[in-house]
């Protein structure tokens, strides 16, 4: 599966099928570095080595003036060691802590409290006696405490924002820790300085609260199931190799006794420059950027890593099996084992594209498209040292985990048996090529091919040649490799009670101070810097930008700012401006045209006539739209018109296909009640809209089974023909690509046989309309599932949509909730009190004349927390913490954000969205002018008005058994809810 991503993003400008002639060469830039790169190279990448051994990647892709940013580090969960897994996952979270620079507000006083709490941590780790234990900690929280006082804590994140860095993250793979931000290029240089200083210099601090977060992490990682059948898969292909043995997170018995030192000495070991790399890709001079990352890291004393020395794993010799239990729907996960190379890496990558691939796979044809199963795939997960090939699935209703097994073996065994046409390898291939063109318009899919090159030591220019590899690939190479997958692991998710569930146990943990109205002195003089020049706003011309020409019986939106990065490509969509929300058979008629052939064409050979031409095509549904898109290169256009064309002329009604396609929807209902997320998701609705026809997703989901098997497969064939009839129903075409409009209108035109046409002689259904209730008596929504965390909504209806209002909108979310590690809600929620790994808290404009706006905030936590987390968050809701420097990063982080966009492309979603707000111009121009003027009174102000005076209900999914009532009515009248009553069914 990695290979897959990453060497989908690294052909992007690749202009023609045919294959590149790429060159590996050197040469020396105007200043004396000397650079590696590849001749033909559609990401115009440059690879240095500094002195001191830090790999440089450079790409300049000037679609948007902005960069982004990874600095990788090969070294992850792997290279834990094995009495302290976790250890490299918990000092990425430690890297957001700053240095004794970073967020220092007297570091003199601070490390000598650090240094104690180290100390203390190795006690506790190196005692078996618990009271002991708990009177260490209770002297390493009161600690803690006072430390906090001395730094404020989320100052690294603050300067980031304040740069107008947008995606500040990092993760932890099992062999590499990459930590990620996006920052508009003028901004560069003052990220590479603030960066330096991060990894130059980390401090311990904070520990003992971000543990916390750890923990919640770990305990959010019980009830993802997914991951959980993930990990017991891993266990058993790998028991000797730490990809086995080493859990995502940690185990919980190292988390419970963590130890500071040997996390300074994995950040020695591993975080040095002959084992590190930066990755840049964007607007950006490569001469003044290789400059500047020599000044800010070049100073770094050389040193290598350890040599990786992990356990190998002998030979498989039979298959092996495992069961984990859950609440959620049943589910089957098939991996073998496969050895590391190159080679293995191409053929599993074939493999699991002919097995599936979305269209044409054998998978797609056989199991999905005739609905033999209810979900499956295949998929290759690429690693270091071992990688996995997989195969997955979901069953149908009815249907044994032992039957799908068998099935998807049998699938497998296909391929062994060549039982496969030579044209859907040529398909595969030439798919690739038309994803990887596709990939380029974001640039930072650059930096994911140079981060595969570097974790595995592989040359750049192999990743360059991955198509033409994969296409030197016989039919018989797949046979064999196939023929190689002998022995595998097969874990079978079960529903029922969890077995072996393990909780970390919240420690008591007196809030610290984050001190969010404090900087320091690095801070000061960061902030100091000279402002850089900010780029002009971007935004669209509703005159100049695109065109609408009225044909009659349907208008062309025709973009005129295609792709800067690719001039092959198209991308087109015929529209029907209804959808469920006028008649709930026709998302219903969308999904069941899939499964439909027509009387030249079965429903699978159909598809495999536009996976032939490297198309998409499909047919989708929305609460007010129905579309048939059609997009790849642009010389294929007609030739998919035309197979659209054939389709809704000569579609047949299947009864047998629609009888399967009925009990798909009703096993997908029963699955939706087992899933936690879908869950909540159901409760917010009921808390915004209430029961009955109001409620949009009761509404969705109103069709009975009975009404579902009395409607005949005729009737919904004949609703798509007639929504897709020009002469009785009017279409908006959206178009993007190079054609020109009279060269798209003819082409249409042909391929629908059309003549224009000044009137329509078709009838068609009112758009229902749902409205949120009025919060005025607060009510606490309950309803169970077997989990060991709660999902905590906080929720109001706010005030009528108003445009003027957005400005103070966007800056309030950036500031208050929405804004990432910086926010109000997470420092205080999170950083202060360790009440959650995930809280959060937005004002949502319904950007629609007539809708209402929302207010909401999350927190995903324990029971144990619950009523502190629900009253701290109220708190915040009643009366905003004031900080005037995080506001001024706040609105510095949106109007940079704002200027450093560019709009091109498909342009369609922006004038319909500005036909919902009732304007005729892109309202971007007038928000960021009003933006500009806004300051914290302004936020303050909207906060006390739209905010702090409302009512809120609260909505909780999970184990709501050990919740007091009593407690929970401080909140609003207690309702418990059942499945049923939020889904409808």
């Known amino acids: 599966m990695r ?18 002639d790429y060159e590996l060469k050197q040469a020396v ?38 960069v982004s940013f990874k600095a990788a580090v090969r070294g992850g969960m792997a290279d834990s060691p094995a009495d302290v897994t976790g250890l490299a996952h918990y000092f990425e979270h430690m890297m957001f802590k700053g240095t004794g620079k970073i ?40 600690l803690s405490a006072e430390a906090s006082k001395y730094a404020s804590a989320g100052e690294y994140s603050k300067l980031v924002s304040s740069i107008g ?57 019980q009830d993802n199931e997914g991951g959980l059948v993930f990990e017991a898969l891993s266990r058993k292909l790998f028991p000797a190799h730490p990809y086995g043995w080493t859990p995502f997170i940690g185990k919980a018995e190292h988390l419970k006794n963590p130890s500071i030192a040997e996390i300074r000495k994995f950040y020695r070991d591993y975080y040095v420059p002959g084992n590190m790399a930066i990755l840049l890709s964007g607007d950006l001079d490569f001469d003044k950027t290789i400059r500047l990352v020599d000044q800010y890291f070049g100073g770094w004393k050389g040193k290598s890593a350890p040599v990786r020395d992990l356990p190998k794993e002998k030979p498989m010799t039979a298959n092996v099996s495992e069961n984990v239990k859950g609440p959620g729907p049943e589910q089957i996960l098939i991996g073998f084992r496969v050895e590391p190379g190159r080679r293995n890496d191409l053929l599993a990558t074939l493999t699991a594209s002919l097995l599936s691939n979305g269209t044409s796979g054998l998978i797609d044809s056989d199991l999905l498209r005739s609905q033999k199963v209810l979900n499956a795939g295949a998929g290759f997960y690429d690693r270091r040292d071992y990688s996995i090939f997989y195969l997955y699935g979901v069953p149908r209703a009815g249907q044994t985990l032992d039957q799908l097994s068998g099935l998807l073996i049998g699938e497998l065994d296909r ?43 592989t040359p750049y220019i192999d990743s360059l040649k991955y198509i033409e590899s994969l296409a030197d690939i016989s039919k018989k190479d797949i046979m064999k490799f196939a023929g190689s997958l002998k022995y595998y692991a097969r874990i079978n998710k079960l529903a029922g009670k969890p077995e072996n569930r393990v909780k970390v146990e919240k420690p008591a943990i ?33 005159r100049k930008d695109f065109t609408i020409r009225n044909e009659g019986s349907w208008k062309l939106f025709y973009s005129n700012k295609p792709s800067p990065v690719n001039d092959t490509l198209f991308s087109m969509n015929i529209i029907a401006e209804y959808g469920r929300d006028h008649s709930l058979l026709l998302p219903l008629a969308a999904g069941y045209m899939g499964f439909l052939g027509t009387d030249q064409y079965s429903a699978s050979e159909f598809r495999n006539e536009f996976y032939k031409l490297a198309l998409d095509f499909s047919i989708s549904g929305s609460d007010d739209k129905t579309t048939i898109h059609l997009s790849g290169f642009a010389d294929k256009m007609e030739a998919g018109l035309k197979l659209i064309r054939h389709f809704l002329k000569d579609v047949k009604p299947d009864e047998k296909a629609y009888q399967l396609y009925v009990a798909r929807i009703l096993k997908s209902r029963a699955d939706a009640k087992k899933n936690h997320q879908a869950l909540f998701r159901a409760a917010n609705m009921y808390a915004a809209y209430g029961p009955g026809m109001n409620n949009p997703l009761l509404y969705a989901n109103s069709m009975t089974e009975k009404q579902l098997l009395e409607i005949k497969p005729a009737q919904l064939v004949d609703l798509m023909k007639y929504y897709f009839n020009f002469n009785t129903t009017p279409h908006i075409v959206t178009y993007v690509g190079p054609a020109s409009q009279n060269q798209v209108v003819k082409a249409f035109s042909d391929a629908f046989e059309l003549e224009r046409k000044a009137s329509l002689s078709g009838a068609h259904p009112r758009k229902r309309e749902f409205r949120q209730l009025p919060t005025e008596r607060p009510k606490v929504y309950l309803i169970p599932y077997d989990s060991t965390q709660l999902l905590i909504g906080i929720r109001t209806r706010a005030a009528e949509f108003d445009l003027a209002k957005v400005p103070e909108t966007m800056l309030f979310n950036q500031y208050f909730g929405g804004g990432g590690l910086d926010d109000v809600v997470f420092q205080e929620i999170r950083e202060s009190r360790s009440l959650a ?67 091109f492309g498909d342009l369609s979603g922006i004038w319909f969205r500005a036909r919902k707000m ?55 009248e207690v309702v418990e809810l059942a499945p049923e009553q939020v889904f409808g069914y």
């Open 3 to 20: 290979k897959w991503i990453a060497m989908l993003l690294i052909l992007g400008a690749v202009l023609t099928l045919t294959a590149k």
């Open 29 to 66: 830039d105007k200043n004396g570095y000397t650079y590696s790169y590849v001749t033909e190279d559609p990401y115009n990448a440059r690879e240095y080595t500094l002195k001191n051994g830090l790999k440089v990647y450079l790409s300049r892709i000037p679609v948007k003036p902005r």
């Open 103 to 142: 967020g220092a507000l007297d570091y003199a006083k601070e490390k000598p409290l650090l240094d104690r709490i180290e100390a203390l941590f190795e006690e506790r780790r190196k005692t078996d006696d618990p009271e002991k234990k708990a009177k260490l900690y209770a002297e390493i929280d009161k």
């Open 165 to 221: 860095g947008m995606g500040l993250n990092a993760f932890t793979a099992s062999d590499m820790t990459v930590y990620v931000v996006d920052v508009p290029s003028q901004e560069l240089e003052k990220l590479l300085k603030l960066e330096s200083e991060r990894f130059r210099d980390p401090v311990m601090r904070l520990f003992h609260t971000e543990l916390e977060a750890v923990y919640e992490e770990f305990n959010k990682g």
């Open 415 to 457: 391929i062994r048996k060549g039982e496969f046409e030579e044209w859907l390898l040529k398909a595969v291939i030439d798919n690739y090529r038309k994803s990887l063109v596709q990939s380029r318009e974001n640039p930072e899919n650059a930096s994911w091919t140079y981060l595969d090159s570097f974790i595995k030591g």
């Open 510 to 542: 007196t809030p610290v101070a984050v001190n969010a109205d404090k900087i320091s002195d690095y801070g000061k003089r960061f902030a100091a810097l000279p402002p850089s020049p900010l780029p002009e706003l971007d935004t669209v011309d509703f």
């Open 837 to 903: 790994y995930s809280a959060y808290a937005y004002y949502g404009s319904a950007m629609e004349k007539g809708k209402y706006d929302i207010f909401m905030g999350f927190v995903a936590t324990q029971p144990d927390k619950c009523f502190t987390a629900i009253d701290e968050m109220l708190k915040l809701f009643r009366g905003m913490p004031q900080y005037q420097a995080k506001f001024d990063n706040a609105k510095a982080n949106v109007i940079k954000s704002m200027t450093s966009e560019r709009n």
């Open 918 to 972: 009732g304007i005729d111009y892109d309202w971007r121009k007038n928000v960021f002018d009003k933006l500009k003027t806004l300051e914290m009174k302004d936020i303050a102000d909207f906060a006390a008005r739209e905010v702090a005076p409302r009512t809120y209900e609260v909505f909780i999914a999970g184990d709501i058994k050990s919740l007091d009532r009593e407690k929970l009515k401080r909140y609003g």
